[in-house]
């Protein structure tokens, strides 16, 4: 039954419904429209409930069930709604089955259980739920169609009584009496027999109260009014029930049944996600084994510290400690993969509640950030790439608007920018006639498939042949303008009209603005608008501190926020071209769910790359971080922000909380007396509980305020005590997010836009102001708001403060990946990449918003503060991991070892230790998705980026904070296609290599000096050799891929690095067998060979 959130009523003299408290007052609906939705089961209508409110079955769906057919399928059936397959909620009047949970909210002790009355005995249970029921009418019956009685149609009084009992309450108007239907007005068609009554027999009352006046109860049921304000509310929250337009049918309503668009309305409003828990067959015995692990560790570690090595203390105690860090970590990795879950986004929902025919888009409006830096190693052919598969996504064009930020304010970016507008011009319309993918060209004309396939239409292939030449004509004009940048004029560049670039001086040079597509009179060349496309470098001066790539972001957010004002943000790296054109709508799947999206600050899909080779020696596709650790954390509070690929709810980033869920009243516990010292300690706790509560959301909860205080300001308050309320409140918005009123009330609006009548100029204007470099002194820009610094992995520190605020994240993997780009395929570029990821971790952890002591008390959960623990705390692992993989080959050379010999029960506990670790790997796989090839390869780069990357990180860090040396940050160089995997041989020097290439020397030569000690010592000491072996041969296999990429393609390695690793390895063995201090100190031990050497 579709009532549109509004109160239902009846008179007692016409012969239909009425409905009131709606914006349509007085207008008549028949019962036959009110009683519309016909249950999927048996064919009959859905009744009203008692309460005014129409029977729902499930409330995770609403499948259109009956009341007769709902309690068939609690008793008899399988309890579960036919749709959405979710158990059978029961519902006040039902008697409780099998499998039902208590319920706090249901107070319904007299229908709870299964009585049946000595006056019920002879009546079929399918009969006697619908005794006082509100409307039992079903199927087509004219007699109750709601007809009026000006048609030949007996008068509805006739049969059916009034609340009042047929006697009219002066005080009550005739038209605003309510009906109570018995079961007898029922004629039509049931599935359901019921006994019937002959009307012309009267009714006799039975009233409880017989003296008690009617009038007393006022108009309706009890509470009328307010259970049916929260019938809507529920109605608004969970379903969106989508409303008839009915004022333009002249008061026949009875057409609106008939519209073929009405199933797809019941579509419409279902969820428009729903989350996919990994099955239980395989994440219940991966939770086993992880208890299991556990427990393995503690009789590991009880085993370990209680038989240490007394000829080799030192190297004992180093190994234990080293293992307690590697417990440690484990532990703080592994328990925020507990709840794991993937989503599923509905298009097509999305679609029918959004976008219906014949009207505009509903859909949000989305500004999609590009950021570039460099052209030279982000070539301007790859960014515009980006640019045009932005361009280009299926999104209504007015509701899409791109941003290219410069934050080099390179001319050949502009210029770049300028041909990709034009080329746009003619590649847009041919992306979105035919619906190819990707819509980035280069890829799209570079794939090894059939173009043809699907491709029916016969214009399809001359258009494509002369869409890639003109592309191709595009590529040698960008490179055109590459080679010509390669030399710098002496006096700098000029523009078209002679004005030198105002951004020769890369450090010092004004804000620049450049609305390419989007504005009046550039169309496509069919004639169709294109999205908006502008071009922004901000403000540098000398003496600034432009906090880099998140200065740069939060300058966008600014401009974009005069311009168009999303609100929400799609912000990708310019090698990051969209791969899937419905991106954006599977985000708004999220962020538009009313019932999931207002807690959502942002949607994180995963990064997947191109042109890595086959087996991704270097781990640059990151599967186990992508397809198994950010599904354990969706299941908690949500992903981390990885930088690129994440659609922000615009109104979360200026660092506004969450909105709070209101709880329902708890009821009071009625089963004890009052003085039970039970009951009052439980209150007297939650009431403590509850002012904590308060007291820790005071803080949190005061920006909210402000915003809340100015609207009602705005709303039209007076008085000398409000303006000065309006004062303070917009002094305290400046401090938070800057000078400009543009921008402020800009942040007032949670749903985003501009205000209207105001001239592009005079917007171009304010955003030239607020990119300024001088714009964030004495704000909260870069604090509290936008994204925060402090970091050079600012991706990290911006999500966490999301979270501290009580918003949660989601993480969102399409069948087709979303987004793709270029990955460092060398190793090299890729251990310099894995350096700034580590150092930006060891700059959280000495500020102050180190998880570990940042954000309690805010809504950031447990284990997902585990999880950012983890993310920080890592580089630290390079140390306990180099002196563990050194072990080995003091071990080999000194003839020592970490264990002493080993017995049965320690057998026993290292076997099961081994089997641990190797079947949680296997069941991660399992349920991750990930194949072997990938975990291993993420072990072995696990080992070699922390000898190497992790530990530069952590030097570099501590000199910043100790001595403040600052460290310059490096852009990934992103190089253009030169040729399959051209660059994954390519060899670049740098001080990187040095340690982990120390380690594999170093374990290559204890295993030749254990292996010919061996030889030389006889039989009895090849069993102590081999738990030695088997620790050094660890460390090399982990170290064969940086092997590997030393050798390169021509299987040689480097002078310089063979030179240096040689001498220190010489070095330290040298000086250890110098010092060795894991021996005995009570001399050496002087023993008579048997010869004599006085007979000679």
Not at 752 to 761: D, E, F, I, K, R
Not at 832 to 840: C, E, F, M, N, P
Request: one cysteine or more; a neutral charge; proline letters at 6%.
């Amino acid at each position: 039954m579709h009532t549109g959130g509004r109160l239902i009523a009846g008179s007692h003299n016409r012969n239909e419904f009425v409905l009131i408290n709606a914006e349509e007052n007085g207008r008549i609906k028949s019962v036959r429209e009110l009683s519309g939705q016909i249950c999927q089961i048996c064919g009959d209508e859905i009744e009203v409930t008692v309460d005014g409110e129409p029977f729902v079955a499930c409330n995770e769906c609403a499948f259109p069930v009956c009341r007769p057919c709902y309690e068939y399928e609690r008793k008899e059936g399988n309890q579960a709604c036919p749709q959405c397959k979710t158990r059978f909620k029961r519902i006040k009047g039902s008697s409780r089955v099998e499998g039902d949970e208590d319920e706090d909210d249901t107070d319904d002790l007299d229908n709870e259980f299964d009585y049946d009355p000595d006056a019920m005995r002879h009546q079929p249970i399918s009969d006697s739920l619908f005794a006082g029921r509100l409307n039992t009418g079903r199927g087509s019956n004219a007699n109750i169609s709601g007809t009026n009685s000006e048609n030949g149609s007996p008068p509805l009084n006739s049969e059916i009584p009034l609340l009042t009992y047929g006697e009219e309450d002066p005080e009550i108007s005739s038209d605003r009496h309510a009906l109570i239907v018995p079961p007898y007005a029922n004629h039509g068609n049931r599935v359901h027999p019921m006994p019937y009554t002959d009307p012309s027999i009267p009714l006799q009352p039975r009233p409880m109260v017989p003296k008690k006046d009617i009038a007393v109860y006022g108009y309706g049921s009890v509470a009328w009014k307010d259970r049916m304000e929260e019938w809507k509310k529920r109605q608004s929250d969970k379903l969106q029930v989508v409303k008839h337009d009915g004022d333009s049918n002249d008061g026949n309503f009875g057409d609106e049944f008939d519209d073929p668009d009405l199933p797809m309305m019941d579509e419409g409003r279902q969820p428009l996600s729903r989350k996919i828990p990994v099955p239980s067959s395989k994440i219940n015995p991966y939770r086993i084994i992880i208890i299991l692990r556990l427990v393995i560790l503690g009789l590991f570690f009880h085993y370990r510290i209680l038989h240490p090595v007394n000829d080799a203390y030192g190297l004992w105690l180093t190994s234990v400690i080293c293992e307690i860090w590697f417990a440690v970590s484990w532990i703080m990795d592994q328990f925020p993969k507990w709840y794991p879950i993937t989503r599923e986004t509905y298009l097509d929902r999305l679609s029918l509640r959004y976008e219906k025919e014949g009207k505009p888009s509903e859909l949000s409006c989305v500004d999609v950030f590009v950021s570039t830096v460099d052209p030279m190693k982000e070539p301007p052919l790859i960014t515009a790439n980006t640019v045009l598969s932005i361009l280009a996504v299926d999104y209504p064009v007015d509701k899409v608007a791109c941003y290219v930020s410069d934050d080099g304010a390179a001319m050949l970016t502009f210029e770049a920018l300028s041909e990709t507008s034009e080329f746009a011009r003619k590649w847009v319309p041919f992306c979105k006639k035919y619906n190819i993918e990707p819509r980035a060209p280069e890829w799209y004309f570079g794939q090894k498939m059939d173009y043809l396939k699907n491709k029916v239409h016969p214009a399809f292939v001359r258009e494509r042949r002369a869409i890639k030449r003109d592309y191709e004509e595009f590529k040698v004009r960008i490179n055109s303008l590459v080679a010509t940048a390669q030399k710098v004029p002496e006096d700098g560049w000029t523009m078209q009209d002679g004005t030198p670039w105002p951004g020769n001086n890369v450090r010092d040079h004004p804000g620049m603005i450049q609305v390419f597509l989007g504005h009046d009179g550039v169309r496509d060349v069919e004639g169709n608008e294109l999205p908006r496309l502008v071009y922004v470098s901000r403000e540098k001066r000398p003496g600034f501190d432009h906090h880099k790539k998140a200065g740069a972001m939060n300058s966008l957010v600014r401009a974009a926020a005069i311009i168009t004002n999303a609100p929400y943000l799609l912000n990708v790296d310019c090698d990051h071209y969209i791969n899937n054109s419905k991106a954006l709508r599977e985000a708004m799947c999220f962020m538009m769910d009313p019932q999931l999206g207002k807690k959502i600050c942002y949607v994180q899909f995963p990064q997947r790359f191109d042109g890595i080779d086959r087996h991704d020696r270097y781990s640059n596709r990151n599967v186990v971080f992508f397809d198994i650790n950010m599904k354990g954390l969706d299941g908690l509070q949500g992903p981390i922000y990885v930088g690129t690929g994440c659609v922000f709810r615009r109104y979360a980033l200026y660092g506004y909380d969450a909105p709070v869920k209101k709880k329902a009243p708890s009821k009071t516990c009625n089963c004890l007396p009052k003085w039970c010292c039970l009951c009052f300690g439980s209150r007297k706790k939650k009431n403590l509980n509850n002012k904590k509560d308060k007291k820790k959301k005071v803080k949190h909860s005061e920006t909210s305020k402000q915003i809340h205080a100015l609207e009602n300001i705005e709303a039209g308050n007076e008085g000398s005590n409000i303006e000065k309320s309006s004062n303070l409140t917009q002094l305290k918005l400046e401090k938070r997010f800057g000078q400009s009123p543009v921008f402020v009330a800009s942040t007032l609006l949670e749903n985003g836009g501009v205000p209207h009548g105001v001239s592009p100029a005079s917007l171009l204007k304010e955003a030239i102001q607020v990119i300024s470099c001088g714009y964030e002194d004495k704000t909260e820009w870069g604090k509290e708001v936008g994204w925060i610094y402090g970091s050079v992995t600012e991706d990290i520190l911006t999500g966490f403060k999301m979270h501290c605020h009580g918003w949660r994240s989601v993480y969102c993997i399409p069948k087709r990946p979303a987004f793709k780009g270029s990955a460092p395929i060398n190793l090299s570029d890729r251990l310099h990449q894995v350096l700034r990821w580590a150092l930006g971790s060891v700059e959280i952890f000495f500020s102050k918003h180190c998880p570990i002591w940042y954000g309690y008390g805010g809504g950031l959960k447990l284990l997902e503060r585990f999880s950012y623990i983890n993310s920080v705390v890592y580089p630290w692992t390079s140390l306990p991991l180099i002196v563990y993989c050194t072990l080995p080959a003091i071990c080999l050379l000194t003839g020592k070892f970490i264990v002493p010999e080993i017995s049965n029960y320690a057998s026993l506990v290292f076997m099961a230790l081994f089997i641990s670790i190797a079947a949680t790997g296997i069941l991660e796989m399992q349920w991750g998705g990930v194949g072997i090839d990938d975990w291993w390869r993420n072990e072995q780069f696990w080992v070699i980026g922390g000898a190497s990357s992790h530990l530069f990180a952590l030097f570099q860090g501590l000199l910043k904070v100790l001595a403040g040396v600052d460290t310059n940050f490096t852009v990934t160089s992103k190089a253009a296609d030169d040729g399959e995997f051209s660059e994954l041989y390519v060899f670049k020097w740098t001080s990187l290599l040095i340690p982990p290439m120390t380690l594999l020397i170093m374990n290559i030569v204890g295993v030749i000096v254990g292996v010919s000690d061996a030889i030389n010592n006889g039989y009895d000491s090849w069993g102590p050799l081999f738990g030695r072996l088997f620790f050094a041969l660890w460390v090399i296999i982990h170290l064969y891929p940086f092997l590997k990429g030393l050798l390169g393609k021509q299987d040689r390695m480097p002078t310089i690095v063979l030179v240096w690793s040689i001498l220190l390895a010489s070095i330290l063995t040298l000086l250890w067998v110098r010092v060795n201090p894991f021996v005995s100190r009570d001399g050496p031990v002087l023993e008579i060979c048997g010869l004599n050497c006085d007979e000679s």
